[in-house]
């Protein structure tokens, strides 16, 4: 009996994957939850196991190659020995696996390619009517709501998209659509060499300009004073407490601290934005996403209960998940579920930036490079340490003055290190 193996559903508002690896050749024998193919989804690396038994006739996808979830992967011919193969079971398979792996983590962005007929379409009957007013397949449509649910906002991005790529032609004018789109032959002028985008620069692509198309964003930047925030971080039984778990006690640790208690004096920061119903959705959770620089690009692990955790328990977990993404080793759970971004970019350099803020987030906070810098205090110079914020926000949801107060909130705690001292943990 032959057996059609498709891409199965890997996870919440996962359609479609690239493949990284095919571990079997076709007439090979395969046992029943042997891996077959290495994935690579807008999440993270995924190993898929075989459902049954048999041996393979026909493989039909390669590595590079998109598939969307019900896309057929390979043809087996069953033994007959194992149980029956079902979505519920193949996905089960899947997570098991998944869950005891150490795969490395990845992002890569949705594709624009078709979508099979029978892959299952999640929308409000507004979104199917508004698709159908603008002839458009839902199919073709990548989804960016939560369980693969298409949104009004996804089918305009895709008329847009489609209405770039294809620009219809009028005599005497030229399309700005089209010199975006169109680019001049580079090879005149020299050497080039095109390579793909995939994986998490093809991510990171799709989800700024996202981020950048949705969302109105203001920058507003301050200072803080952590002079004698670093004397009682680096307080030796503090350091020694932490370095016994293996981890460090960073500046970031305390910024991520800071910005979860200001979250719930200034809620409208950990909010998003519905469209569809025109609701302002605030959370009341402060999970915080942390920007990790890697060798791959940026991944953004997610500390979830920042408000929950002492000083000591988020030191530990910080540098741990921060690992694991510099290993891409994250695990999917770690990488969702954020209500506000915190991207520490010090380590590199830079006085002040314009973060983008991470759809569909409300803001996002950057801490620059460390400076020393002489003030004067009582008519005499001193040398202090200050570190350069900047708070990138959704316009819509806060104002300029309620950004400020955001910052300034955080900033106080940051220059009166006592306030942290009830967070330190027995």
């Not at 095109?194 to 989800?207: F, G, I, N, W, Y």
Request: hydrophobic share 40%; glycine share 6%.
């Amino acid at each position: 009996m032959s057996f059609d193996f498709k891409l199965p559903d890997l996870g919440e508002g996962i359609r479609e994957a690239e493949v990284l690896a095919v571990k079997v050749t076709e007439g090979q024998a395969i046992s029943e939850d042997q891996i077959l193919f290495e994935v690579e989804t807008d999440k993270a690396v995924v190993e898929i196991p075989s459902p049954v038994a048999g041996k393979a006739l026909e493989v039909l996808v390669k590595p590079g190659q998109i598939v969307v979830v019900g896309n057929v992967m390979i043809s087996i011919e069953e033994s007959g020995q194992t149980q029956t193969a079902t979505a519920e079971n193949i996905s089960a398979k899947v997570e098991r696996t998944n869950e005891k792996s150490t795969d490395k983590e990845a992002n890569s962005t949705p594709h624009n390619g078709q979508a099979l007929a029978e892959a299952p379409i999640i929308a409000t009957p507004a979104t199917r009517q508004l698709a159908r007013e603008m002839k458009i397949d839902l199919h073709k449509v990548p989804a960016t709501g939560p369980g693969g649910k298409i949104s009004k906002e996804d089918v305009l991005a895709y008329a847009e998209s489609s209405k770039n790529k294809q620009v219809p032609a009028t005599p005497g004018i030229v399309h700005s659509a089209a010199i975006a789109n169109t680019l001049p032959d580079f090879a005149k002028f020299g050497k080039i060499e095109r390579v793909p985008m995939r994986s998490l620069r093809r991510k990171t692509a799709q989800l700024m300009a996202l981020s950048w198309s949705k969302i109105p964003h203001v920058t507003h930047c301050d200072e803080a004073n952590i002079t004698e925030l670093e004397i009682f971080r680096n307080r030796a039984q503090y350091q020694d407490q932490v370095k016994k778990q293996g981890a460090k006690l960073t500046l970031t640790v305390f910024i991520m601290k800071a910005v979860a208690l200001a979250l719930q004096e200034f809620p409208e920061f950990n909010t998003s934005f519905d469209e569809q119903s025109e609701e302002i959705i605030f959370k009341r959770y402060y999970n915080l996403g942390m920007a990790v620089a890697t060798e791959r690009g940026l991944v953004v692990p997610v500390i979830k209960s920042v408000d929950k955790k002492n000083i000591f328990e988020l030191a530990v977990e910080i540098s741990e998940v921060a690992e694991k993404a510099r290993a891409a080793k994250s695990e999917l759970s770690e990488l969702q579920g954020a209500t506000f971004t915190v991207t520490n970019i010090g380590a590199i350099g830079g006085t002040s930036a314009t973060p983008i803020i991470h759809y569909p987030e409300a803001a996002i906070l950057a801490v620059m490079k460390t400076i020393e810098r002489a003030i004067n205090k009582n008519g005499n110079l001193e040398n202090v340490l200050i570190v350069p914020l900047c708070l990138a926000f959704d316009h819509r949801l806060a104002d300029g003055a309620q950004a400020a107060k955001f910052t300034r909130t955080i900033i106080k705690m940051l220059e009166n290190p006592r306030s942290f001292e009830k967070y330190l943990g027995a």
